[in-house]
């Protein structure tokens, strides 16, 4: 049994109405929120809704096609509206078929801030918990991760915590209002410190139902917050001035306290699982994109199909000098990370341009395991990246970039290390749409690629928070999205939306597959 009070939060965020009628959900919550059993119950399961309105198909797929990490032209998910070229508008439409890229992040989010808000307040109100400390920690663990998604993706938010009086916001006595993405982070920063803080002053397990198959000790919890905090802080920036704006000398500060070893969820096939990391490892539904490999393509191939007019691009067979791309399929994981295969199925008419021979395959045993196995939460890899390019930024050590580079770019790419001689270059080096950039000669050139290949699919959004931030989004791409039609309209405001040549975009450089609770198997049609 779920106790979301915040479904839609529309319903008690009318700060233009008075509702002059009785609070019902009020005392139902007491209610049922009277036991530790109960409070415990709807905290463990908050971080699953959070995990389901972030990591499966909307909007992992639709968010990394934007990105031209993947590429596919296939309508499911929105894909082919967001990602073909020249880029359009997001169609926020309480009728768009694939309204679900939008409602699924934001009612999802919510409904992990509302089972964490329940239980905390239901602890304020004096329920006793053996595991207070826990409980606490781990709901403002998710209060910080939901919050942090909502800046990172949408343009602004509401923000609710266990502290607003639910009744007098029902009663009009209480307005809530928008707040811009970045009081949105900076109201998750605050939530990420104070479960790190709470986890760092006590000692307990965190079952590993939870978060599935991880059990994590309050260090784990801390350390995961830490980390969390250094990819949001970096993933909010907006454009490569904000990117620049970053505090980067705190992100080295979280990064050092945050996690020293990998972290998984598994995979189970049902409630848990990743929708990036299964259709996004299947050749027939997407593609890895030549804006993301073609980096290490050593024929003219990716130059010259970048000089082709948009409309005449097609896919082409790279000579990659980097050794993640291979021609074997790769079924347990290791070194090969794209894998050659044959000519795209996507449709022609909708854009040649989508086509590219290699797909990803680097967490296979996931794909042929039915949406089972490991599926990354946070990596130290990941962290080791977000380091050196914290270290670029602030004039750092030049031979310690080099070292973290290499990490990866010598033992799994096979390639030549890099060293500090190398130069750090700007940040726009290793831009992928600019040919005469292309090759990784530069520190910031090699990071990028490393980046890249070593984060692919590692986690949903990652690829477009980031790529956004260094400015290499194609042009037109919405920069964030929209608060959903849905709210606004019961909200009794303006529909408004980004991308195409409205609202906040990145400047120059049918019948939908139902939502399942399970990934989708057997025959599917593409649209």
């Keep these: 049994m779920r ?52 990591q499966k198909y909307t909007p992992s797929m639709t968010l990394s096609t934007m990105a031209d990490e993947m590429t596919s032209s296939w309508g499911n998910f929105g894909m082919q509206d967001l990602s073909s070229e020249p880029r359009a508008a997001y169609r926020n439409s309480t009728t768009y078929t694939y309204r679900a890229f939008v409602n699924d992040p934001w009612y999802g989010c919510y409904r992990a801030i509302s089972s964490a808000n329940d239980g905390l307040g239901a602890i304020a109100r004096g329920v006793k918990l053996d595991q207070e400390a826990r409980a606490k920690a781990f709901a403002k663990f998710v209060q910080g991760i ?51 803080q709470i986890a760092e002053q006590n000692t307990f397990t965190i079952p590993n139902t939870w978060i599935n198959g991880l059990e994590l000790t309050n260090r784990d919890l801390a350390a995961l917050c830490y980390s969390f905090l250094a990819r949001y802080e970096a993933a909010v920036a907006r454009s ?77 067979v790279m000579q990659p000098d980097d050794q993640r791309i291979g021609t074997t399929l790769n079924a347990t ?59 670029l930024r602030t004039n750092g050590d030049l031979n310690e970039v080099a070292s973290i580079i290499n990490e990866t770019r010598v033992t799994n790419g096979g390639l030549p290390p890099a060293s500090a001689s190398d130069g750090r270059g700007t940040p726009s080096d290793g831009n992928a ?36 931030g260094w400015g290499e989004l ?20 303006e529909v408004y939306t980004h991308g195409g040549n409205i609202g906040d975009v990145a400047p120059r450089v049918q019948a939908n597959v139902p939502f399942t609770s399970k990934p989708i198997t057997g025959q599917v049609a593409f649209e």
């Design 3 to 54: 106790y979301a009070w915040l479904l839609p939060i529309a319903a008690f965020a009318v700060g233009c109405m008075n509702l002059e009628v009785p609070n019902e959900n009020q005392p139902d919550r007491t209610r049922v929120l009277a036991t530790p059993q109960d409070i415990e119950a709807v905290i463990g399961g908050s971080f699953l809704d959070w995990w389901s309105a972030t």
């Design 146 to 196: 939901a919050y942090g998604w909502l800046a990172c993706m949408f343009d602004k938010a509401f923000l609710v915590d266990e502290t607003v009086n639910l009744e007098d916001v029902a009663l009009g006595k209480v307005k809530l209002e928008f707040q811009p993405y970045k009081e949105v982070w900076a109201f998750a920063r605050t939530k990420l410190l104070e479960a790190a």
């Design 333 to 391: 994981g290791g070194k090969i990370y794209f894998t050659l295969t044959g000519s795209s199925s996507f449709r022609a008419e909708r854009g040649t341009y989508h086509f590219s021979r290699y797909y990803h395959t680097r967490f296979r045993y996931f794909r042929t395991g039915g949406a089972t196995g490991p599926m990354p939460l946070m990596t130290v890899r990941e962290m080791r990246l977000l380091r050196a390019e914290a270290l």
């Design 433 to 468: 749409h600019n040919p005469a950039r292309v090759r990784d000669q530069t520190l910031w050139a090699k990071l990028k690629r490393e980046w890249l290949f070593e984060n692919f699919n590692i986690t949903s959004g990652l690829a477009y928070f980031t790529r956004r």
């Design 240 to 316: 490569p001035q904000e990117r620049a704006q970053v505090n980067w000398n705190q992100i080295l500060q979280w990064i050092s306290k945050g996690v020293s070893k990998d972290y998984f969820a598994q995979g189970d096939g049902n409630l848990w699982w990743a929708g990036y990391l299964y259709l996004g490892q299947d050749a027939t539904w997407t593609r890895a994109d030549y804006k993301t490999i073609g980096i290490a393509d050593q024929s003219n191939g990716y130059i010259n199909w970048l000089n082709t007019p948009l409309l005449n691009r097609t896919e082409f």
């Design 474 to 493: 194609v042009s037109g791409t919405p920069l964030h999205l929209p608060v959903p039609a849905n709210e606004l309209e019961t909200l009794r405001l």
